[in-house]
Antibody
Framework: EVQLVESGGGVVQPGGSLRLSCTAS??????????MHWVRQVPGEGLVWVSR????????SYADSAKGRFTISRDSAKNTLYLQMNSLRVEDTAVYYC??????WGQGTLVTVSS | QAGLTQPPSVSKGLRQTATLTCTGNSNNVGNEGAVWLQQNQGHPPKLLSYRNNKRPSGISERFSASRSGNTASLTISGLQPEDEADYYCSAWDSSLSGWVFGGGTKLTVL
């Protein structure tokens, strides 16, 4: 069974930083051959794409809301995806999902930005 | 960054057929098609169909996806109570180099 398990969420003050991780496990999913994404969802609202990284880890892109503040990276040797989030804002509060979008989704990790 | 357009809600009776729509443009839906996701309250999204309209393993044949131009559709036949959920479409956007999502459709089975 394939699993994507996110971690690193929590409560942080505005202007603070968090690093999310997502570890993939299970047969049938070739993490190193899959473009990976972070998607977020404010509780009760819709899904919003945040960032993506290609298989090699050399190509990335970001939603306007994340540009200049968030950095996506991966370590395929560890089957792990990361999202470094800096200069966090109240409006970044959401559940963050690690996903291939057209494939597996993690359970999500809640990030709360509040003073 | 504009998203895809979905009706906020659809209501249909038990055992009826519901068709959910998703409209984008030539950079996204019209280019490579859309995926459909089902999300139950408190759970992560689950993939119902790939961009080529094929279903992942384990997804019921009652779920059928299609596309015409810039509009994708998900047809759910023989509606069951467990089909009541939020449904999202998403498409790869070549101008954004990322995925765009619809706002979601809440399906109610009466």
């Amino acid at each position: 069974e394939v699993q994507l398990v996110e971690s690193g969420g929590g409560v942080v003050q505005p202007g603070g930083s968090l690093r999310l991780s997502c570890t993939a496990s299970g047969s049938g999913f070739k993490f190193s051959e899959t473009w990976m994404h972070w998607v977020r969802q404010v509780p009760g609202e819709g899904l919003v794409w945040v960032s993506r990284i290609d298989k090699a880890g050399s190509g990335t892109s970001y939603a306007d809301s994340a540009k200049g503040r968030f950095t996506i990276s991966r370590d395929s040797a560890k089957n792990t995806l990361y999202l470094q989030m800096n200069s966090l804002r109240v409006e970044d509060t959401a559940v963050y999902y690690c996903t291939a979008v057209d494939g597996y989704w993690g359970q999500g990790t809640l990030v709360t930005v509040s003073s | 960054q504009a998203g895809l357009t979905q009706p906020p809600s659809v209501s249909k009776g038990l055992r009826q057929t519901a068709t959910l729509t998703c409209t984008g443009n030539s950079n996204n839906v019209g280019n490579e098609g859309a995926v459909w996701l089902q999300q139950n309250q408190g759970h992560p999204p689950k993939l119902l169909s790939y961009r080529n309209n094929k279903r992942p393993s384990g997804i019921s044949e009652r779920f059928s996806a299609s596309r015409s131009g810039n509009t994708a559709s998900l047809t759910i036949s023989g509606l069951q109570p467990e089909d009541e959920a939020d449904y999202y479409c998403s498409a790869w956007d070549s101008s954004l180099s990322g995925w765009v999502f619809g706002g979601g459709t809440k399906l109610t089975v009466l």
